[in-house]
């Protein structure tokens, strides 16, 4: 896995231009890696170079948990699995304002306008939105389905956003199964019908207008980080992929119809992306809070 403040360069180093091994070279600039683990979808629909960030998030899994079987000379045997988070919410809020900041530079580095978030968090196009949303203090808990888990019990997560700012979970219908929890499931339908009781529009319509409002697209920003190397619950750090880490772009006058036949579709909170593809993994020898950032 990348430093943090390496990860947001990943992501964004299409956005300037348009031999796979299982741990990330550290000692190879991250641009030269994006090929293998970055792809890209509708960037062209973007409209300008105008971009305003009104969702920043990383979820750090805090406990992952997996049960599985296996089966040897006809005996059943099952398993349990778990790896814990070894950083402080201190130093996982540091990591997240220090990758917010540096997106930040990369993004104007690609020649892209980032809309200050003082200039428009005042605006009625944003407080309607943050009203949708409601305001939810950092960190944010959520619990997430380990892939192979055989159990009805779930993994917990940390979501932080930047200090002083936002993250808020993709609408129903957007985000991944990974998500799909009882406890996550009944977050969405409380909030659906809370809004739905007042009167009030759902969130997607009320993105799309700020970004009309702004002429500028919207950027939700996630990157998902496990204590564990993904595959077979190794030790190591890992920045997960299959599009879970990624930039969804909502642009102003935007389709929220959404067709995939995949079986288990990534994130689709926008018209636009940058997706992680492959997971990052971090050398499991290294797991000083300077190689993690």
């Known amino acids: 896995m990348p430093r943090s403040s390496t990860l947001p360069l990943i992501l964004i180093v299409l956005l300037l231009s348009g031999c796979a091994e299982t741990i990330y070279n550290r000692t190879i600039p991250a641009a030269a890696q994006a090929e293998q683990y970055v792809e890209t979808d509708d960037l062209n629909k973007l409209p300008n170079k105008k971009i305003l960030i009104t969702s920043f998030g990383i979820e750090f899994d805090t406990h992952v948990f997996k049960h599985s079987r296996s089966k040897i000379n006809q005996t059943t045997t099952y398993t349990n699995q778990t790896s814990d988070v070894d950083l402080s919410n201190e130093v996982m809020q540091s990591i997240v304002d220090d990758a917010y900041g540096k997106l930040v530079k990369d993004l104007a580095?690609?020649?892209?306008?980032?809309?200050p978030y003082e200039s428009y968090r005042d605006t009625p196009a944003y407080q309607t939105l943050i009203k949708v949303i409601g305001k939810t203090d950092?960190?944010?808990?959520m619990t997430f389905r380990y892939e192979g888990n055989l159990s009805i019990e779930n993994s917990d997560a940390l979501v932080f956003a930047p200090t002083g700012m936002v993250w808020y979970a993709p609408a129903a219908g957007e985000a991944s199964g990974r998500y799909a929890t009882v406890t996550n499931l009944g977050a969405q339908i409380t909030g659906a019908l809370g809004r739905g009781f007042s009167g009030e529009e759902p969130h997607v319509v009320s993105e799309i207008k700020l970004a009309e409002a702004l002429n500028a697209t919207a950027l939700k920003v996630y990157y998902v980080v496990s204590p564990v190397r993904s595959t077979g619950m190794?030790?190591?750090?890992?920045?997960?992929?299959?599009g879970q880490s990624r930039l969804a772009f909502r642009t102003p006058g935007a389709s929220t119809m959404h067709f995939t036949f995949s079986k288990n579709p990534p994130p689709l909170e926008g018209n636009a992306f940058v997706r992680l593809k492959d997971?990052?993994?971090?050398?499991?020898?290294e797991k000083s809070y300077e190689a993690i950032e």
């Open 234 to 242: 190794k030790p190591g750090y890992t920045i997960i992929g299959g």
């Open 109 to 115: 580095a690609a020649g892209y306008d980032v809309i």
């Open 279 to 285: 997971d990052v993994r971090l050398d499991p020898s």
């Open 138 to 141: 950092s960190p944010v808990k």
